[in-house]
């Protein structure tokens, strides 16, 4: 493909693990010429992360790897040498984005700083990702996922009323940063087309939680005008959202409803049983009764475990209802729906041969998304890297026998 949005960008990449790669795997894929920079040998730490593919544990086929390193060119460079960092500031000159994720600090005492690198390229856009940000009394304190989604808000809110806070499984406050860090770099690189000058980006994987609204919309605007901390919801939708909302079983798996004041919707989808006629059920404040809900719910769950998710679901649709089926992960990658927009794409790589991996995150119709290469073997681009800089191929020899690259 000629031209994608991103094309005429490139972006060194010296990111690791996942908030990083996750910033700049977007970029790739929509046309930046990313060169992943890893260190020679062990390469990025991600790579020991599975799961992998086949439960074989290998480098080369750990699969956050592999997704989040698509379109990607990977060379090796030993940022911690004289040369290693001349040739990383050469690189620097062509380029038009640095993306990194080291501790705060470490660029500083590499001597890769923005002030560094801005004196080699005025125009050069900068993104650091770390875990508190660059400034501030925690900016040199670790961070695990679950610290983030706690720290930043989400997470008080997920569970039931009587246990501990929960939070969702995976990574996806780590993933959330990646996209936040993605959308500033190509904002401030546009401006840096428009005016001339370069910046430097500082994100906070706690800052973009604190700012995200994930399922505490109504919690949030409860404390704004009370100043009352709400309670967590339950699993089965006991909660501040009302009788008939949260997750529920049926006769296949389960699905969601949102309830309260959309009540009176999930009874007509019933049918309008003559036992939920009582307007008990649908006024907020005896609707509040753990009772009342209790009786309600009895009988949802008796007609909810007599339908199927795909039955629950067109219903919900026919009656204006909030609800949704809770899908597997093969039952993902079957639903009609998805299939037909090619939300997953076939993806070559030569260590696992053809896998099926997620696609583009939207669509655009006159520069799309495509897979061109897939995850880089490590230093497999050295040579077609390096050349474009002067650097023969006994040059790079030398350079690997002094643990350069």
Not at 158 to 174: A, C, F, H, N, T
Request: net charge negative; hydrophobic share 35%; with cysteine.
């Amino acid at each position: 493909m000629d031209q994608q949005a991103l094309s005429g960008m490139r972006v060194i990449d010296l990111t690791h693990y996942i908030a990083g790669p996750a910033c700049t795997k977007r970029l790739a894929d929509y046309g930046a010429d990313v060169i992943k920079v890893e260190r020679p040998g062990t390469g990025d730490g991600v790579r020991n992360i599975g799961p992998f593919y086949h439960d074989d544990p290998h480098p080369e086929k750990s699969g956050l790897f592999l997704y989040l390193n698509t379109n990607k060119r990977g060379i090796t460079l030993n940022l911690k040498t004289r040369l290693g960092k001349d040739i990383l500031l050469e690189l620097v000159k062509k380029a038009d984005v640095v993306v990194e994720s080291f501790r705060p600090g470490v660029m500083e005492r590499l001597g890769l700083a923005y002030e560094d690198l801005e004196k080699v390229n005025p125009r050069l856009v900068m993104t650091s990702i770390s875990n508190f940000g660059q400034t501030g009394p925690y900016r040199d304190y670790g961070m695990t996922e679950l610290m983030a989604f706690g720290m930043g808000g989400p997470m008080y809110h997920k569970g039931q009323p009587d246990r501990e806070p929960v939070k969702y499984g995976g990574m996806p406050s780590i993933f959330h940063a990646g996209a936040v860090a993605s959308m500033a770099t190509v904002v401030v690189y546009y401006g840096m087309c428009r005016h001339g000058t370069g910046d430097y980006i500082d994100v906070s994987i706690l800052d973009t939680q604190i700012g995200t609204l994930d399922g505490r919309v109504s919690a949030l605007v409860q404390y704004q005008y009370t100043g009352h901390v709400g309670p967590r919801g339950a699993a089965l939708g006991v909660g501040p959202a009302g009788a008939g909302s949260g997750m529920f079983p049926c006769a296949d798996g389960y699905v969601h409803f949102y309830g309260g004041t959309r009540l009176e919707r999930q009874t007509k989808m019933m049918g309008d049983p003559p036992e939920l006629m009582d307007p008990k059920f649908y006024d907020p404040e005896t609707q509040a009764d753990p009772l009342v809900r209790e009786e309600y719910e009895a009988h949802f769950l008796s007609w909810l475990m007599r339908h199927t998710k795909r039955e629950i679901f067109e219903l919900g649709q026919k009656t204006t209802n909030v609800c949704a089926p809770r899908y597997t992960i093969d039952e993902v990658l079957e639903d009609p729906h998805i299939r037909l927009r090619d939300v997953f794409v076939q993806v070559e790589h030569p260590m696992t041969g053809q896998v099926k991996y997620p696609g583009r995150p939207f669509v655009m119709e006159e520069t799309p998304w495509a897979i061109r290469r897939a995850a880089p073997l490590l230093g497999q681009h050295n040579v077609e890297v390096y050349s474009e800089l002067g650097y023969s191929k006994k040059d790079l020899v030398v350079l690997r026998e002094n643990h350069i690259i």
